[in-house]
T-cell receptor, first 113, second 116 residues
Framework: EDKVVQSPLSLVVHEGDTVTLNCSYE??????LLWYKQEKKAPTFLFMLTSSGIEKKSGRLSSILDKKELFSILNITATQTGDSAVYLCALNRYTSGTYKYIFGTGTRLKVLA | DAGVTQSPTHLIKTRGQQVTLRCSPKSGHDTVSWYQQALGQGPQFIFQYYEEEERQRGNFPDRFSGHQFPNYSSELNVNALLLGDSALYLC???????????????FGPGTRLTVL
């Protein structure tokens, strides 16, 4: 059965700290892995990863995928209070002629001033 | 260019009632997916609509049904509401790209349903 597991479930850090969020998965017909940030309602897109070992970077955020060991990490450096949110990992898999997203439970990050 | 819109934003119902949630996809998108997000959980896939037909379905009972209209907008209907149906219901739209490995989904702001 398809599975997406995120860790830790929650994390409290201070501004300026660096955090690493983990996402491990078991999915058939893998197409891509996506990271989203959810602050209040709608998840907003951060990264999409399809190939192993290629780091995606956007400002203080970066992410990498390991398709052999079946995991991805999301790094946030020099954290700010505005980074406080739930970070969701989602797998895009191909099934029955279409694409489907499977989400993890998320990591709740709180950044203290 | 309007993104994904959903209505209503909040809704309170009692057990046994029926509810209809609405979603308008991002301009140019033709595929709509619905998700249920319970408190503290990740979004759970309910179903997906494309060309006015339900194309895929998650592990949700038949009380959950939907519809897609010719203009690609969609409705989610839930009958015989249970307390456990209380959740944030998210709609996401995407564009069907044949052979593409990535169909980015854009999420709407969600409808918060409370069942008393």
């Amino acid at each position: 059965e398809d599975k997406v597991v995120q860790s830790p479930l929650s994390l409290v850090v201070h501004e300026g700290d660096t955090v690493t969020l983990n996402c491990s998965y078991e999915v058939t017909n893998f197409r891509s892995l996506l990271w989203y940030k959810q602050e209040k309602k709608a998840p907003t897109f951060l990264f999409m990863l399809t190939s192993s070992g290629i780091e995606k970077k956007s400002g203080r955020l970066s992410s990498i995928l390991d398709k052999k060991e079946l995991f991805s990490i999301l790094n946030i450096t020099a954290t700010q209070t505005g980074d406080s949110a739930v970070y969701l990992c989602a797998l895009n898999r191909y099934t029955s002629g279409t694409y489907k997203y499977i989400f993890g439970t998320g990591t709740r990050l709180k950044v203290l001033a | 260019d309007a993104g994904v819109t959903q209505s209503p934003t909040h809704l309170i119902k009692t057990r046994g009632q029926q509810v209809t949630l609405r979603c308008s996809p991002k301009s140019g998108h033709d595929t709509v997916s619905w998700y249920q997000q319970a408190l503290g959980q990740g979004p759970q896939f309910i179903f997906q609509y494309y060309e006015e037909e339900e194309r895929q379905r998650g592990n949700f009972p038949d009380r959950f049904s939907g519809h897609q209209f010719p203009n690609y907008s969609s409705e989610l209907n839930v009958n015989a509401l249970l307390l456990g149906d209380s959740a944030l219901y998210l709609c996401a739209s995407s564009l069907e790209l044949r052979g593409s490995s990535y169909n980015e989904q854009f999420f709407g702001p969600g409808t918060r349903l409370t069942v008393l």
